[in-house]
Protein backbone atom coordinates (compact mmCIF):
# COMPACT_ATOMS: atom_id res chain seq x y z
CA UNK A 1 0.00 0.00 0.00
CA UNK A 2 2.12 2.97 -1.72
CA UNK A 3 -0.83 5.61 -1.90
CA UNK A 4 -4.43 6.81 -2.05
CA UNK A 5 -6.49 4.73 -4.25
CA UNK A 6 -9.02 6.26 -6.44
CA UNK A 7 -12.06 4.59 -8.83
CA UNK A 8 -12.69 5.23 -11.59
CA UNK A 9 -10.45 7.81 -13.00
CA UNK A 10 -13.25 8.77 -15.15
CA UNK A 11 -16.44 8.90 -14.86
CA UNK A 12 -19.03 9.86 -17.84
CA UNK A 13 -22.75 9.81 -17.06
CA UNK A 14 -25.80 11.05 -17.95
CA UNK A 15 -27.72 14.07 -16.40
CA UNK A 16 -29.79 13.04 -13.69
CA UNK A 17 -28.02 9.74 -12.98
CA UNK A 18 -26.48 8.59 -9.79
CA UNK A 19 -22.82 7.74 -9.12
CA UNK A 20 -20.23 6.84 -6.87
CA UNK A 21 -16.68 6.74 -6.51
CA UNK A 22 -14.46 5.06 -3.94
CA UNK A 23 -11.45 6.19 -2.32
CA UNK A 24 -9.10 3.56 -0.57
CA UNK A 25 -6.25 5.24 1.67
CA UNK A 26 -3.15 4.46 3.05
CA UNK A 27 -3.93 1.77 5.78
CA UNK A 28 -2.35 3.01 8.47
CA UNK A 29 -4.50 6.80 7.93
CA UNK A 30 -7.57 7.11 10.38
CA UNK A 31 -8.55 10.74 8.39
CA UNK A 32 -9.67 10.77 4.89
CA UNK A 33 -11.37 13.87 3.17
CA UNK A 34 -12.83 14.60 0.08
CA UNK A 35 -12.57 17.42 -2.42
CA UNK A 36 -13.46 18.97 -5.33
CA UNK A 37 -11.65 20.91 -8.31
CA UNK A 38 -12.74 22.46 -11.23
CA UNK A 39 -11.34 23.65 -14.06
CA UNK A 40 -8.63 26.53 -13.52
CA UNK A 41 -9.46 26.28 -9.74
CA UNK A 42 -7.69 24.55 -6.73
CA UNK A 43 -9.27 21.87 -4.26
CA UNK A 44 -12.32 22.98 -2.29
CA UNK A 45 -12.99 20.93 1.03
CA UNK A 46 -16.08 18.70 0.49
CA UNK A 47 -16.46 16.45 3.47
CA UNK A 48 -14.04 14.84 6.61
CA UNK A 49 -14.14 11.73 8.54
CA UNK A 50 -12.14 10.42 11.27
CA UNK A 51 -12.42 7.00 11.23
CA UNK A 52 -15.93 5.70 10.72
CA UNK A 53 -17.32 9.07 11.70
CA UNK A 54 -18.07 12.02 9.91
CA UNK A 55 -17.43 14.96 11.34
CA UNK A 56 -17.38 17.73 9.01
CA UNK A 57 -19.44 18.93 5.94
CA UNK A 58 -19.29 21.67 3.60
CA UNK A 59 -21.73 23.62 2.69
CA UNK A 60 -20.91 22.86 -0.91
CA UNK A 61 -22.49 19.04 0.08
CA UNK A 62 -26.11 19.32 -1.36
CA UNK A 63 -28.46 17.13 -0.27
CA UNK A 64 -27.76 14.75 -3.25
CA UNK A 65 -24.21 14.17 -2.01
CA UNK A 66 -23.65 11.48 0.57
CA UNK A 67 -20.15 9.78 1.35
CA UNK A 68 -19.80 7.12 4.26
CA UNK A 69 -16.60 5.23 5.44
CA UNK A 70 -18.11 1.94 7.22
CA UNK A 71 -15.45 0.55 9.50
CA UNK A 72 -13.18 3.38 8.94
CA UNK A 73 -10.80 1.95 5.96
CA UNK A 74 -12.63 2.85 2.38
CA UNK A 75 -14.85 5.50 1.67
CA UNK A 76 -17.79 6.09 -1.06
CA UNK A 77 -18.62 9.48 -2.63
CA UNK A 78 -22.38 9.22 -3.98
CA UNK A 79 -23.64 12.24 -6.19
CA UNK A 80 -27.78 11.49 -6.83
CA UNK A 81 -29.38 13.16 -10.05
CA UNK A 82 -26.28 14.75 -11.08
CA UNK A 83 -26.27 17.90 -13.00
CA UNK A 84 -23.90 19.49 -15.10
CA UNK A 85 -22.83 21.39 -12.49
CA UNK A 86 -21.39 18.20 -10.84
CA UNK A 87 -18.74 18.25 -13.67
CA UNK A 88 -15.20 18.25 -11.60
CA UNK A 89 -12.43 16.83 -10.64
CA UNK A 90 -12.98 14.84 -7.53
CA UNK A 91 -10.21 13.92 -4.48
CA UNK A 92 -9.48 11.69 -1.83
CA UNK A 93 -6.45 12.46 0.45
CA UNK A 94 -5.93 10.80 3.76
CA UNK A 95 -4.02 11.96 6.70
CA UNK A 96 -2.37 9.99 9.90
CA UNK A 97 -3.26 10.97 13.57
CA UNK A 98 -1.51 13.99 14.34
CA UNK A 99 2.31 13.08 15.80
CA UNK A 100 2.47 10.10 13.28
CA UNK A 101 5.05 10.70 10.45
CA UNK A 102 5.16 14.35 9.07
CA UNK A 103 1.33 15.14 9.35
CA UNK A 104 0.88 15.97 5.68
CA UNK A 105 -1.98 14.99 3.59
CA UNK A 106 -1.49 12.29 0.97
CA UNK A 107 -4.02 12.99 -2.58
CA UNK A 108 -4.31 10.08 -4.90
CA UNK A 109 -5.32 10.93 -8.18
CA UNK A 110 -8.67 11.55 -8.68
CA UNK A 111 -12.05 10.71 -10.20
CA UNK A 112 -12.85 13.05 -13.30
CA UNK A 113 -16.72 13.50 -13.49
CA UNK A 114 -18.37 14.31 -16.56
CA UNK A 115 -22.03 15.08 -17.15
CA UNK A 116 -23.58 15.21 -19.94
CA UNK B 1 -12.72 33.16 6.57
CA UNK B 2 -9.31 32.05 5.81
CA UNK B 3 -8.28 33.18 1.98
CA UNK B 4 -5.39 31.73 0.50
CA UNK B 5 -3.80 34.12 -3.38
CA UNK B 6 -1.43 32.66 -5.46
CA UNK B 7 0.59 34.73 -7.62
CA UNK B 8 1.08 35.03 -10.62
CA UNK B 9 -1.37 33.24 -11.89
CA UNK B 10 0.57 31.92 -14.77
CA UNK B 11 4.89 32.06 -15.19
CA UNK B 12 6.45 31.07 -18.45
CA UNK B 13 10.40 31.02 -18.06
CA UNK B 14 13.68 29.88 -20.61
CA UNK B 15 14.72 26.12 -18.87
CA UNK B 16 17.68 26.89 -16.51
CA UNK B 17 16.34 29.90 -14.97
CA UNK B 18 16.04 30.08 -11.20
CA UNK B 19 12.06 30.93 -10.09
CA UNK B 20 9.90 32.01 -7.20
CA UNK B 21 5.99 31.40 -6.50
CA UNK B 22 4.24 32.93 -4.02
CA UNK B 23 1.57 32.43 -1.78
CA UNK B 24 -0.24 34.50 0.81
CA UNK B 25 -2.92 33.61 3.09
CA UNK B 26 -5.41 35.91 5.30
CA UNK B 27 -4.83 34.32 8.75
CA UNK B 28 -1.69 33.55 10.21
CA UNK B 29 -3.14 31.48 12.59
CA UNK B 30 -2.66 28.51 10.82
CA UNK B 31 -0.86 24.92 11.81
CA UNK B 32 0.86 23.91 8.69
CA UNK B 33 1.25 25.20 5.47
CA UNK B 34 1.78 22.61 2.35
CA UNK B 35 3.08 23.33 -1.38
CA UNK B 36 1.52 20.80 -3.95
CA UNK B 37 2.49 19.74 -7.64
CA UNK B 38 -0.59 19.18 -10.17
CA UNK B 39 0.39 17.95 -13.44
CA UNK B 40 -2.60 18.21 -15.90
CA UNK B 41 -5.61 16.05 -15.52
CA UNK B 42 -4.06 14.02 -12.48
CA UNK B 43 -3.96 13.83 -8.68
CA UNK B 44 -1.88 16.16 -6.48
CA UNK B 45 1.96 15.90 -5.69
CA UNK B 46 3.12 16.46 -2.15
CA UNK B 47 6.47 18.63 -2.46
CA UNK B 48 7.19 20.09 0.93
CA UNK B 49 5.28 20.78 4.31
CA UNK B 50 5.99 23.60 6.39
CA UNK B 51 5.17 23.24 10.30
CA UNK B 52 3.98 26.69 11.68
CA UNK B 53 6.94 26.84 13.62
CA UNK B 54 9.48 26.07 10.94
CA UNK B 55 11.21 28.93 8.56
CA UNK B 56 11.60 26.76 5.56
CA UNK B 57 12.14 23.34 4.52
CA UNK B 58 14.10 22.20 1.58
CA UNK B 59 13.41 19.10 -0.97
CA UNK B 60 16.34 19.02 -3.81
CA UNK B 61 16.04 22.04 -6.07
CA UNK B 62 13.18 22.99 -4.00
CA UNK B 63 13.09 25.30 -0.94
CA UNK B 64 10.02 26.68 0.71
CA UNK B 65 9.82 29.48 3.33
CA UNK B 66 7.17 30.51 5.74
CA UNK B 67 6.41 33.67 7.30
CA UNK B 68 3.95 33.00 9.27
CA UNK B 69 3.12 36.91 10.83
CA UNK B 70 2.90 38.38 7.79
CA UNK B 71 0.88 35.49 6.01
CA UNK B 72 3.53 34.46 3.02
CA UNK B 73 4.89 31.79 1.51
CA UNK B 74 7.76 30.93 -1.04
CA UNK B 75 8.25 28.15 -3.39
CA UNK B 76 11.73 28.60 -4.90
CA UNK B 77 12.80 26.41 -7.21
CA UNK B 78 16.71 26.15 -8.55
CA UNK B 79 17.82 25.37 -11.94
CA UNK B 80 14.34 24.60 -13.68
CA UNK B 81 14.10 22.09 -16.20
CA UNK B 82 11.03 21.26 -18.43
CA UNK B 83 9.52 18.59 -16.39
CA UNK B 84 8.86 20.59 -13.54
CA UNK B 85 5.90 22.05 -15.84
CA UNK B 86 2.89 21.98 -13.67
CA UNK B 87 0.45 23.93 -11.72
CA UNK B 88 1.82 24.36 -8.09
CA UNK B 89 -0.36 24.50 -5.32
CA UNK B 90 -0.20 26.03 -1.85
CA UNK B 91 -2.52 24.95 1.05
CA UNK B 92 -2.92 26.03 4.49
CA UNK B 93 -4.43 23.91 7.31
CA UNK B 94 -5.98 26.10 10.51
CA UNK B 95 -7.46 24.87 13.75
CA UNK B 96 -9.91 22.65 11.77
CA UNK B 97 -8.71 19.60 9.53
CA UNK B 98 -9.68 21.05 6.13
CA UNK B 99 -6.86 22.55 3.87
CA UNK B 100 -7.44 25.93 2.16
CA UNK B 101 -6.07 26.14 -1.49
CA UNK B 102 -4.88 28.76 -3.21
CA UNK B 103 -5.91 28.56 -7.47
CA UNK B 104 -2.65 27.54 -8.40
CA UNK B 105 0.22 28.79 -10.44
CA UNK B 106 0.96 27.45 -13.86
CA UNK B 107 4.18 27.03 -14.46
CA UNK B 108 5.71 26.61 -18.07
CA UNK B 109 9.28 25.80 -18.41
CA UNK B 110 10.48 26.43 -21.90
CA UNK B 111 13.54 23.98 -23.26
Known amino acids: DTGVSQNPRHKITKRGQNVTFRCDPISEHNRLYWYRQTLGQGPEFLTYFQNEAQLEKSRLLSDRFSAERPKGSFSTLEIQRTEQGDSAMYLCASRARTGIGKDGYTFGSGTRLTVV | KQEVTQIPAALSVPEGENLVLNCSFT??????LQWFRQDPGKGLTSLLLIQSSQREQTSGRLNASLDKSSGRSTLYIAASQPGDSATYLCAVRGGAQKLVFGQGTRLTINP
Open chain 2, 27 to 32: DSAIYN
